[in-house]
């Protein structure tokens, strides 16, 4: 089945350690997304990648670094340099044409 | 890309129509109006997108003013799952970014 995958669901990380967060599509889709999501809140975008060997940063991307190596993944790394880490991750993927983006089941990540 | 603004939250009863309205004036005449919703807890799932014609699928019914300034979100029968956060967001066919606003929170109560 094609679809978009996040794992893990659940992080847990120590203060000023790196935390990398995998999404990984098999849709064939060119362009994919991070986003950050804070209690009672809509969705900040972090970074975004329109091609591969390509991305640029969103709203919200102090702190935080991507690459896009291969089409198919799209890794997020929360570095130590991010003040307050802990948040639920999206991470989406849609086609060139902008029809429908597809999202994964998002990354919970809490930092202590 | 351009701003939209959405009331926060509405009610609706099981089984009634739940219109919700989208106000996006600054909209330029490349860009579409698209529909997301996200359950709580999960990842926004998409629902319909459209330019300036009225469009309708097996989700939803999307109106769109013929100045382009503003739209409605048209759930003809909602369910008490269709309770949720409805986005309503305005970008460019091609190359736009995928931009959310805070959206609206729909409640179908009994």
């Known amino acids: 089945d094609g679809g978009i995958t996040q794992s893990p669901k659940y992080l847990f990380r120590k203060e000023g350690q790196n935390v990398t967060l995998s999404c990984e599509q098999n849709l064939n889709h060119d362009a994919m997304y991070w986003y950050r999501q804070d209690p009672g809140q809509g969705l900040r975008l972090i970074y975004y990648?329109?091609?591969?060997?390509?991305?640029q940063k969103g709203d919200i991307a102090e702190g935080y670094s991507v690459s896009r190596e291969k089409k198919e993944s799209f890794p997020l790394t929360v570095t130590s340099a991010q003040k307050n880490p802990t948040a639920f991750y999206l991470c989406?993927?849609?086609?060139?044409?902008?029809?429908?983006?597809?999202f994964g089941q998002g990354t919970r990540l809490t930092v202590v | 890309d351009a701003k939209t603004t959405q009331p926060p939250s509405m009610d609706c009863a099981e089984g009634r129509a739940a219109n919700l309205p989208c106000n996006h004036s600054t909209i330029s005449g490349n860009e579409y109006v698209y529909w997301y919703r996200q359950i709580h807890s999960q990842g926004p799932q998409y629902i319909i997108h459209g330019l300036k014609n009225n469009e309708t699928n097996e989700m939803a019914s999307l109106i769109i003013t013929e100045d382009r300034k503003s739209s409605t979100l048209i759930l003809p029968h909602a369910t008490l799952r269709d309770t949720a956060v409805y986005y309503c967001i305005v970008r460019a066919n091609q190359g736009g970014k995928l931009i959310f606003g805070q959206g609206t929170e729909l409640s179908v109560k009994p």
């Open positions: 990648s329109q091609i591969v060997n390509d991305f």
């Open positions: 989406a993927s849609e086609d060139r044409v902008n029809t429908e983006a597809f």
